[in-house]
Each structure stands twice: as C-alpha cells, then as structure tokens.
C-alpha cells in the first residue's frame, strides 16, 4: 500500500475521531439547553400570605394546598404560631420563593427540606441544608418517616405534623 | 403550585425522558466502534502492509464488548449521562489497538494485545456488576467505616511480605494465588467514599470556626500520603490520594483556605522527599534536564520526547513509528506512542475525551443534591483528572515523572477494571438524578 493512501487514511482517522467529538459536543449542548429552563423556580401558583406580625424574625408565606391529609402546624416561634399549611404529595420548605412553604431566614437554606407521601407514611428529608433540620430534638440524618405529632425545626420555625 | 401540575408530573415522569440518553449513546458508541475498528485496520496496514488476519475475530469481539456495555446501561441506569460511556470506551479501544500495534515489536510482548482485550472484557463486567449491586450510591455512605479499612488495607497490602511484589523499583503490587494486582487503583475508590462519608460528618464543623484540632484530618491524610512514599516508592499514587483528600476537604468545607494548606504541606513534603530519598532526587533532576545523560537515567523521557516530536501534526501514521523504542511504552508512555503514531491531534483527542469525562463527572457532581454523592462524585472525578494529569504532565515533562497509568489507555488489569467501577459509579449517580426531579420544580 503506498503512502499517499496511508496518509489519507490517517487523516480519515483523525477526522473520524474529531466528528465523533463534534457529536459529543453537540449531545452536551442540547442537553445543557433543555436543562436551563429547570433551574429557573416556577412561581408558587397561589400563595396566601399569613398575615405578618410586627416583628416577627420569620415570614412564612403558604400555597393552598390540595387535601391530601397532612398538616403542618406552626408552634414556634410565638408570633406566627397557629398558622396552618396543607401538605401536598411533596411539599418543599425554605427560602426560595418556589417552595411549598417560604420561610424568609437568613438561617434557612434556600431548598432545605421536603415532605413527601411514601406509601401509607409521610417521610422528611433534609435536601442537603447548611443548618440543617431537627426532627423531635435531633439533626435529620436521611429520609425519616414522621408521624402526626412530631415537630420539625428549620432555622427558628417549629413546626408540627397533624 | 396546582393539584393538576402535580398529576401531570407523576405521569409524565421520567425526567430523561424526553431527552433520549441512550439513543444519543448509541450513535456515540457506533461511531467508537467505527473509530476503533478503522485504527486497528489502518495500524496493520501501516506495520505489514497487509489487513490484519484476525480482523473479522476482532471485529466481533469488539463489537459485542461495545455492545454489551451499551445494553447493559440502557438496562440498568437508562438516564445516565450519554457521553461518558462512549468517552471511556473511545480511550479504551485506542490504547488497545496502540498495545496490539505494540505487541508485535516490544520484547516478550506478545501476549499483551490478547491480555488487554480480557481485562476489556473483565472491566466492562465490573462496570456492568457495579451498576447491578449498587442501586443507590448513597447506600455507600453506610459502608464508610468498612470501606476506609479495606481502603487502607488494600493501599497497606503490597507491604505485607507474603503478598507484596516489588516490580520496577515500586512496592505496589500484590499477588494473592496466581493473580498479580495493584491494589492501589481499587483502594483509591474505597477511600473516595470513606473521605465523603466522613466529611459528610465534620463539615459543620470545619465551615464554622477553624480551631488547631480541625487540622488534624489533613495533618493526617499528609502523613499518610508521605508513608505510601516512603515505604513503596510510588510518587504518583502519593500524590493521587493527597490531592483527592484535600479537594474533597475544600469542597466539604466550602473554604478554599484548605487549599492553600493543601499546597503548602504538600510543598513541604515534597522538599522533604526531595531531600532524604535519591529516586526523589533523580525524577527531579531527569525531569529537569532529562538530556544530561540521554543514555542513561534520561533515556525514557529523551526517547518520549523525540517519540513525541517526529509525530509532529497528524503524526507519523498507525505502525509506522518507533514507540518501542521507549521503556515501558505500553503503561506509562503510552501516551508518547499516541502522541507519536497519531501526532498532536491524536493525543489532543485523548486530552479531550478526558476534559468531556470530567466535565461530564463535575456535572454530576454540581446536580446533586446530598452532601454525600456530591463530595464522592468530585472525589471521582478528582481521582481520574488527576491521575490522567500526572501521567501525561509527566511524559509531556510539565511534571517530573511519576509512574501511574494513563485511566483507560494504558496497558494493566488493574488500572482497567478500577476506572470501569469508577466509571459505573459516576453513570449510577447520573441516572439517579434523572430519576429524580430537581425538587426546586415541585
């Protein structure tokens, strides 16, 4: 076989090789781009705002929720206790303004944790919080199951299950 | 958000869905496949000017490897990453056909090509076996105390005297019956979840306030980094799990002071070594002027660097060069017979599918949403960008040397099925995310 052939095989090679990276590319581009509008919070549908005491450190806004049985009741601290938010099948809790319930607290993560129904239990999870969640006294490790009864802390809000 | 959106939502599912990961695998896989098979054709030609007798064996062999692999991850992990599969087996394929192309001319090398396609067949069942036992790579975080003693039993093996083979100079092999292996390549993932799980545990610590006592983990992941040196002479693993620990330590505290520790305990140690050990003296000195006795302790790189100098653009052609010529060419150098036969394009395509690997590995990394996967994902990552670094620094001469294979290119059963279990667990990760969608949206 002569040279000039081999060398244009070379160069097919390469060219093989750099068309297999254009489509690499290509893949992580439209991926990257059917990823962005994710990132973006969609905006709670329709939040009614607990009417805000004087003073108080947190301001806790809720959406109406679907029934779906659980409750979340507001304990601590005094000024917002007895607010009531309606769980749905997940309900996100934190600072962004696309969670379930918003607590504006320079101590809460802005995603820092989920309620979610599994199977016939409510679970909690912390979602990777800096302060993180206190579960009945104690920092939530992992996904725990929670039943009526039992109180969350997130930054200064306690709130109970019911 | 509405009742309906949340109906919606749990039909719809899968978050990939509409994305079509493993279609976009497939093409990617193909065109591997076709990569490969060309360069193995084009190597033959080049080297006897015949096609290769065994390329219809080869053929089928390869295919169905690249296949399997393909299957098996449309099986287990359908919304994993689609470019880094074919990434790994790119490098893969193209170390094999240089080790084949190699075979033929290395002294008692004729076996390799046939050693290296087993342990490609043995790697891409690991990486199918690490996708089937770990369904969630968080159920890793459990194992973090049994993981971190086997971790360090594994790195402590070679010294054991009735395992531990010295072979080129560095204690890192282990031999248990008739298998010979580094144990270093597998205690490096095993010690990435350790160092995870345990800085899951201590990272409210280590953002809040820094006291002297918060140093100790560093103080002690240097002195063993050091006694891995020591003790079995390997450089380049010692620095491996010294960079892991310290990036995984930054990421966990979000402190980018430990970074700066990190480089001054690690220049620290390494005018230590420098000055007690002459193996330490001599890769500086090589790696400084490797042309002071080009016949001599300089002859690696000298040939390296000439290797890497004749390839020129588009390289002196599959076959056609010289790559024996360099010692250990088919491990540690097999970058300068890339960068020779193929020239600076090949080895630039190699640079690149090792840049998409790791972008790929930090994207994962960046998605995930719990302390644990995220510190283990950038220890993963870590582990193969730094390791593919050293090497080709080391061979380019931007670093001394230090001899560590090339992940997925260079020749060894180890390095192979280990990067494969790497490689399953960041694919595992991925899927898990596309599963899961991001809750910010719920």
């Avoid at chain 2, 060309?38 to 062999?61: D, E, H, K, Q, T």
């Avoid at chain 2, 008692?108 to 050693?115: K, M, R, T, W």
């Avoid at chain 2, 545990?201 to 040196?229: C, F, N, T, Y």
């Avoid at chain 2, 080391?394 to 099925?417: A, D, E, K, Q, W």
Wanted: charged share 15%; hydrophobic share 55%; proline share 6%.
């Amino acid at each position: 076989m002569s040279d000039q052939t081999l060398i244009i095989l070379r160069i097919c090679l390469l060219a093989l090789v750099y068309l297999t990276f254009f489509r690499v590319l290509r893949a992580v581009w439209v991926e990257l781009k059917a990823e962005a509008p994710r990132v973006t919070p969609t905006p709670v549908a329709v939040a009614v705002p607990v009417p805000a005491p004087v003073g108080a450190s947190a301001e806790v806004l809720a959406p109406t929720g679907s029934a779906s049985g659980g409750q979340l009741l507001v304990v601590a601290p005094p000024a917002i206790a007895g607010s009531v938010f309606a769980l749905g099948p997940e309900t996100t809790i934190g600072r962004a303004a696309g969670c379930g319930v918003v607590i504006d607290d320079p101590r809460v993560s802005k995603l820092h944790v989920r309620l979610f129904r599994a199977a016939d239990t409510w679970m909690v999870e912390d979602l990777g919080s800096t302060n993180g969640t206190i579960l009945n006294g104690d920092m939530l490790a992992d996904a725990h199951p929670i039943i009526p009864g039992n109180r969350i802390q997130v930054g200064d809000v306690v709130m109970e299950l019911s | 958000m509405t009742a309906t959106s949340r109906r919606r939502r749990t039909r719809v599912a899968p978050a990939y869905a509409a994305l079509k990961p493993r279609r976009v695998e497939a093409g990617l896989v193909l065109m591997v496949g076709v990569v490969i098979v060309v360069a193995y054709a084009l190597a033959s030609f080049g080297a006897s000017a015949s096609i290769p007798a065994n390329l219809g064996p080869f053929l089928v062999w390869m295919l169905a490897l690249l296949l399997i692999a393909h299957l098996a991850t449309r099986r287990l992990a359908p919304g994993a990453d689609p470019v880094m599969l074919p990434m790994a087996l790119l490098l893969n394929g193209l170390g094999y056909v240089m080790i084949a192309r190699l075979s033929n001319d290395v002294p008692g090398g004729s076996d390799l090509a046939g050693l290296q396609s087993t342990w490609t067949a043995v790697g891409i069942a690991a990486y199918i076996g690490t996708l089937v036992v770990v369904p969630r790579v968080r159920i890793l975080a459990n194992y973090r105390y049994l993981l971190g003693i086997a971790g360090m039993a594994l790195l402590a093996l070679p010294l054991v005297p009735t395992f531990g083979r010295q072979i080129n100079g560095a204690r890192i092999w282990a031999s248990v019956g008739p298998i010979n292996f580094q144990p270093g390549e597998f205690a490096k993932i095993a010690l990435a979840a350790f160092f995870a799980a345990y800085l899951v545990e201590s990272r409210e610590l280590l953002r809040s306030r820094l006291e002297l006592r918060d140093l100790a983990p560093i103080g002690v992941a240097w002195a063993g980094s050091l006694a891995v040196m020591v003790l079995e002479r390997d450089l380049g693993s010692s620095l491996l799990f010294f960079t892991l620990f310290v990036v995984v330590l930054w990421v966990a505290s979000e402190r980018a002071m430990f970074l700066g520790i990190g480089a001054v305990l690690f220049a620290g140690g390494a005018v230590l070594a420098w000055s007690m050990f002459t193996h330490v003296q001599q890769r500086v000195d090589i790696w400084r002027d490797p042309f002071a006795s080009p016949k001599g302790d300089g002859f690696q790189i000298v040939e390296a660097s000439f290797a890497l100098a004749d390839g020129g653009l588009t390289g002196t052609g599959l076959g056609q060069g010289e790559p024996d010529r360099i010692p250990f060419v088919e491990t540690d150098f097999i970058f300068a017979a890339i960068g020779e036969e193929l020239g600076l394009a090949g080895s630039t395509a190699i640079l690149m599918a090792f840049l998409v690997l790791i972008g790929s590995g930090l994207r994962v990394a960046l998605r995930a949403d719990r302390p644990f996967e995220k510190l283990f994902t950038v220890g993963l990552t870590t582990l193969l960008g730094v390791q593919a670094f050293i090497i080709m620094g080391g061979v380019l001469r931007v670093v001394p040397l230090t001899g560590i294979t090339l992940p997925f290119v260079s020749y060894g059963g180890s390095s192979l099925v280990a990067n494969y279990i790497l490689l399953a667990l960041l694919m595992r990760m991925s899927h898990e995310q596309r599963l899961e969608p991001v809750p910010a949206q719920s």
